[in-house]
């Protein structure tokens, strides 16, 4: 399996459980401002870091890319910033909403990168 795809699935995997203490967290204080920050950690960060890394596997030789590289750096920089400042800002912190936003950017970037990759780079 192309390292990418490790890279991928161990980053998900730190993001499930991040999710799972954020729902646990919002279960055991009955406080919910978070719902929104926990979906985002489980479907961006779990979810679809689990599908780039299936992709990747299923493409090493995109894999092997730099522009592939880039694009994991990117994305999971994009979410190691915005799922913490997200549920800050939720939480009660309405000052984060600037780093939200430019975190939300740099998240969208690298989907965009990736959809560069699915439609210009040779499978």
Do not use: D
């Amino acid at each position: 399996m192309p390292q990418l795809s490790i890279w991928y699935f161990r980053t998900a995997i730190l993001f499930l459980i991040a999710g799972i203490c954020v729902g646990l967290y919002m279960s055991i204080t009955h406080q919910f401002e978070a719902t929104g920050a926990h979906a985002h950690i489980n479907l961006l960060g779990w979810v679809t870091m689990a599908i780039f890394g299936i992709y990747y596997a299923l493409n090493p030789v995109q894999a092997a890319s730099r522009i592939a590289r880039i694009q994991y750096m990117l994305y999971t920089l994009g979410i190691l910033v915005m799922a913490p400042s997200l549920f800050l800002m939720l939480t009660g912190n309405p000052s984060l909403e600037p780093v939200v936003a430019v975190s939300s950017l740099v998240t969208f970037a690298g989907v965009l990168l990736f959809a560069v990759i699915l439609f210009t780079r040779k499978a």
